[in-house]
């Protein structure tokens, strides 16, 4: 497998499971500017990160990726514990992670993209983040009482929560008294998965 990232954009979470699962794979680290040259729009025409080469195949959509990762070791319960009930609630997470938090920090990171006048983007980008302070006090209830999101055991979640989690603090997302939030990011920095796709993307 062959994973191509941009040093701790959400492909983080898919170099992350890589590291989990064990299983031998390459990276190939892109500029913002080679996200849209000729090269890797042959890969993907989006021209965005994650993508997943395995053999002749490309994935795409960091969702897909994290749980296509996740089957190539199934017995790392990266899935949950194999039950349909415990998958949907590992993809409940992931979907709102995906859908909800991601999304809404892209009104911050390219505020530019949806407005031309630059009061209007800092309106925006203080209202996407006042939006993620709430969004993130559910992921917080949810880790009350348990280590990662889903139970005692990481999931594919948990790595994109970390690195959503990591945006939060770079722009300032006030996390205050979101107390389950803080001590699962200390938990993952201490793991020597994360620590080593940190370290082998110079973060």
Known sequence: MKLYYMPGACSLASHIVLEWV???YET???SREELKGADFLKVNPLGAVPA??????TATQNASILEYIAEQAPQSKLLGD???RSRADVRRWVGFINSDIHKTFSMIFGASRFLSDEGAQKELAESASKLLTKLFSQLDAQLAGKPYLTGDAPSIADAYLYVVLRWAH?????????DNLAAFFKRMEADKGVQAALKAEGL
């Open 28 to 30: 190939h680290k892109l």
């Open 22 to 24: 064990g299983k031998p």
């Open 82 to 84: 194999g039950s349909a």
């Open 52 to 57: 997943l080469t395995d053999g002749d195949w």
């Open 170 to 178: 770079a722009k300032g997302v006030d996390l205050s008294g979101q």
